[in-house]
Nanobody, 123 residues
Framework: VQLQASGGGLVQLGGSLRLSCAASGFTLDYYAIGWFRQAPGKEREGVSCISSSGGSTYYADSVKGRFTISRDNAKSTFYLQVNSLKPEDTAVYYC?????????????????WGQGTQVTVSS
């Protein structure tokens, strides 16, 4: 079982990135997906999640209206489009999958984790 996150980088204030997470070794269709982030010296926080079917999504208040989560089960890949980036969005972004937790942003509910991709926003 593996989740491989990619797409991070250095962007200017107001810029955009598309983060991707490729899943292998399990059937992604049955899993809800989440994105989390961790800034230096801070705890990991949930950013967004999407149900196994893609029909339901949830966003943390801090990213609502700027980030969009999506998934392509046929490609075993899910995405986080991050727009209007702010310096406070700087963090390592992690993707995660959960089979039974449902739609939520508590890290303990997730079974599998990717290795993280760095997003740095310069002002």
């Amino acid at each position: 079982v593996q989740l491989q996150a990619s797409g991070g980088g250095l962007v200017q204030l107001g810029g955009s990135l598309r983060l991707s997470c490729a899943a292998s070794g399990f059937t992604l269709d049955y899993y809800a997906i989440g994105w989390f982030r961790q800034a230096p010296g801070k705890e990991r926080e949930g950013v967004s999640c999407i149900s196994s079917s893609g029909g339901s999504t949830y966003y943390a208040d801090s990213v609502k209206g700027r980030f969009t989560i999506s998934r392509d089960n046929a490609k075993s890949t899910f995405y986080l489009q991050v727009n209007s980036l702010k310096p406070e969005d700087t963090a390592v972004y992690y993707c995660a999958a959960t089979e039974f937790y449902g739609l939520g942003l508590e890290a303990h509910g997730y079974d599998y984790w990717g290795q993280g991709t760095q997003v740095t926003v310069s002002s």
